[in-house]
């Protein structure tokens, strides 16, 4: 306890921690600093590292934390629906910018790696799987993306056709299909082979190009284009 007149400690460690944002940005912080500073903006009377540390170790890493539900960042003592919120809004507000990002791009093919940071950031936390289309125009700029599906990625006859629909809706030349393995390996199935073969191949009778499938796993990724395999 602080005596009369001093301020709680805490203070001081709170004024310390924005200097260095302000100085040297995020990356010189610990995950566990990281969340500390988050905290500071929820809750203005208290020592938040307690929390800031027990809120990594329920949830495994920064990472974990930001793609946690509200439900379960809920079961953490001390965070209310507000704190909770608020590390939605950086999450959310972390995959807005990085979307604005690849849209903006003149050409999608030339930056691999920015389409690569939106989609492992939109997609690698998800608990279920999703279907998503990127579609481009002739100078591979991104005109469109959406998610087609939910749920389980299978062969079914209505892949082609719903591709082909929406590619046409948005008068696309060239598409980029993406979906997660919520298991974590971002390795191809035989199923995720034959579904990218059979839209190549429905693409291509309509002289729609197919640039790339994406598989996007928890701590890692497969490009059939990279592979070889399109």
Do not use: W
């Amino acid at each position: 306890m602080s005596a009369i007149g001093e301020q709680p400690h805490y203070l001081g460690h709170r004024r310390r921690l924005k200097g260095r944002l302000a100085g040297a940005g995020l990356s010189a912080f610990q995950d566990h600093e990281a969340v500390e500073l988050i905290l500071t903006y929820a809750l203005a009377r208290k020592d938040v590292k307690p929390l800031a540390k027990e809120l990594l170790r329920t949830f495994g890493s920064f990472r974990g934390l930001l793609d946690a539900p509200l439900a379960e960042l809920l079961k953490v003592k001390g965070i209310s629906e507000h704190t909770a919120l608020l590390f939605r809004l950086i999450k959310e507000a972390s995959d807005r910018y990085l979307r604005e990002k690849v849209l903006a791009l003149p050409d999608v093919i030339a930056s691999p790696g920015d389409l690569l940071n939106y989609c492992r950031s939109r997609m690698g936390g998800l608990k279920d799987e999703q279907f998503r289309l990127i579609y481009l125009n002739t100078r591979n700029r991104v005109i469109e993306e959406e998610v087609l599906q939910e749920g389980t990625v299978d062969q079914t006859a209505v892949y082609p056709r719903k591709v082909l629909e929406r590619a046409i809706r948005f008068k696309a030349t060239a598409l980029i299909m993406v979906h997660n393995h919520p298991s974590g390996s971002a390795q191809p199935s035989a199923e995720d082979r034959e579904l990218t073969r059979n839209l190549v191949q429905a693409a291509g009778n309509l002289q729609i190009k197919v640039h790339d499938h994406l598989i996007i796993g928890r701590d890692s990724h497969f490009s059939f284009l990279e592979n070889n395999i399109l």
